[in-house]
């Protein structure tokens, strides 16, 4: 299924190909607990910019691996590339629209990120 996301002002527009039952990723670290964040890694394939790359700025913090793309203008960010998985995407479930019709939301430990990062690695690989 193709969903569509964007961020705030729509500024920044993307297409994802996912499941229609999606699984994603409720993280407890600093940035993603604060901005309430619902992460769906997806292989580069899976992911397409329609529109917005001009409308993108990038924050990078710790190992400055983690690529977090936010929308100048509303400040929201819709997909980023994660550290976890840098041969892919992570979108923000909550930019979805219309959201998927089921959504499975599993706890991810990621104030202990070293630990447990192994555990998504799978998820941006082709099947």
Same mark, same amino acid.
């Given at each position: ?11 920044? %527009?993307?297409? +994802?190909?996912?499941?229609?039952? =999606? ?18 890694? =997806?292989?580069?394939?899976? *992911? ?5 790359? !001009?409308?993108?700025?990038? &924050?990078?913090? !710790? ?6 793309? *936010? ?7 819709? *997909? ?8 892919? &995407?992570?979108?923000? =479930?909550?930019?979805?629209?219309? %959201? ?7 706890? *991810? !430990?990621? %104030? ?13 690989? +082709?099947?």
């Amino acid at each position: 299924m193709i969903y569509r996301g964007s961020c705030h002002c729509g500024a920044v %527009q993307c297409a +994802v190909e996912a499941p229609e039952a =999606v699984e994603c990723q409720e993280c407890n670290c600093s940035i993603c607990s604060k901005s309430g964040y619902l992460h769906l890694i =997806v292989p580069k394939s899976r *992911f397409r910019l329609l529109s917005g790359d !001009d409308a993108l700025t990038t &924050y990078t913090f !710790d190992t400055g691996e983690a690529k977090h793309l *936010f929308c100048k203008v509303c400040g929201i960010k819709s *997909f980023y590339i994660p550290r976890s998985n840098p041969d892919g &995407y992570d979108v923000n =479930v909550r930019c979805l629209d219309p %959201q998927p019709k089921t959504i499975r939301i599993e706890p *991810f !430990d990621g %104030q202990n990120w070293e630990l447990n990062a192994h555990e998504l690695s799978h998820l941006s690989k +082709v099947e």
